[in-house]
């Protein structure tokens, strides 16, 4: 899996122009703080010691699937200064996380959703559904549970930096080695682009 990366994760790193992000499969969404502020907690002995603000947005993170009922959660991590996870959109009878019961090649990409006779057309506003059920509205409601803790507990304001980073997942391997990746995040913080002494 590939470092943290400037020109990949860039704050005007936007969304794919056209795509619905409410559609089922799974993203990896990475969601950095402000100036990249170690907020969270700290590394030791190369595991994450999470702070009362780190507990919070563990807390925020694990309670999307009770605001977003169509989605499940899979691997996750908070560090000291950003967030990395895989989200699971839902939607239909296939209400199932990829790490539940699936052929070790099964296609995850919410590109591949389509029947073959659906027209991809990007501009037709019909594909698309409520934005209360998309990506963008999961991260910016996780972002607002966790700014809303800072600002009654903290004296931090800003606590995230503008967009996030989101990346469609399109297969078992590629699900695999994300999922390897986050989990190994801790033990590779001091290579790690977000890292900060």
């Known amino acids: 899996m590939n470092k943290y ?20 499969g799974a993203y990896f969404i990475t969601i950095v703080t402000q ?3 170690c907020l ?6 190369g595991k994450m010691v999470l702070n009362d603000a780190g507990m ?12 977003y009922p169509n989605v499940t959660l899979d691997e996750f991590v908070i560090m000291p200064n950003h967030v990395h996870g895989i989200i699971v959109i839902n939607v239909g009878a296939n209400n199932h996380s990829p790490k539940q019961n699936h052929s070790p ?10 029947s ?13 559904r409520s934005p209360s059920q998309t990506i963008g509205s999961i991260v910016r409601g996780f972002k607002i549970g966790v700014t809303k803790w800072f600002r009654q507990n903290t004296d931090v304001y800003d606590v995230w930096q503008r967009n996030y980073y989101e990346h469609i997942v399109r297969n078992d ?8 990746y986050i989990i190994n995040n801790p033990l590779k913080w001091q290579e790690d682009k977000n890292y900060i002494k």
Not at 5 to 24: F, V, W
Not at 40 to 45: I, P
Not at 105 to 114: D, V
Not at 116 to 128: E, G, Y
């Open 173 to 180: 391997d590629e699900l695999n080695a994300i999922r390897q």
């Open 56 to 67: 919070a947005a563990q807390n925020c993170w694990l309670e999307i699937p009770n605001h």
């Open 5 to 24: 990366n400037p020109n990949i994760h860039h704050r005007r790193s936007i969304r794919l122009r056209g795509y619905d992000y409410a559609q089922s």
């Open 40 to 45: 969270f907690g700290h590394m030791a002995d």
């Open 35 to 37: 100036n990249r502020a």
């Open 105 to 114: 090649k099964q296609n995850h990409s919410p590109k591949q959703n389509h």
């Open 116 to 128: 073959p006779k659906q027209n991809h057309s990007p501009i037709q506003s019909s594909q698309f």
